[in-house]
């Protein structure tokens, strides 16, 4: 049977920033390399995560579209809202570091 009509599997979690370690100066070595490196690991799973988070959203839509048909301005408002909500946002809700600078931030 199809999977259309059960009631979505999401989890609604809210994740802490992870621990980030700079760059000694601007073109310099970090000043632990291993930890810089971690954190720009982890700073690309963040934003995988946040695009793959758009990505369900946005088939969620589709399929309520799809299944709603000429009544999908009522019945899919709260999924197209949140899809809104998610793809509005700078960097589409990734989770970033704490800065030491907050100015500088990088904007993947």
């Known amino acids: 049977m199809t999977d259309m009509y059960d009631a979505p599997k999401t989890a609604e979690v809210s994740l802490p920033a992870y621990p980030h370690s700079e760059r000694g100066s601007e073109r310099g070595r970090a000043q632990d390399p291993v930890a810089f490196l971690l954190s720009a690991e982890q700073r690309a799973r963040e934003r995988q995560v946040a695009y793959e988070t758009v990505r369900l959203l ?51």
């Open 58 to 108: 946005r088939k969620d839509v589709i399929d309520c579209y799809r299944k709603e048909g000429v009544n999908h301005y009522d019945n899919c408002k709260e999924v197209t809202e949140k899809y809104y909500k998610v793809a509005v946002k700078n960097d589409v809700g990734q989770v970033h570091p704490d800065w030491a600078d907050k100015a500088k931030h990088d904007g993947f």
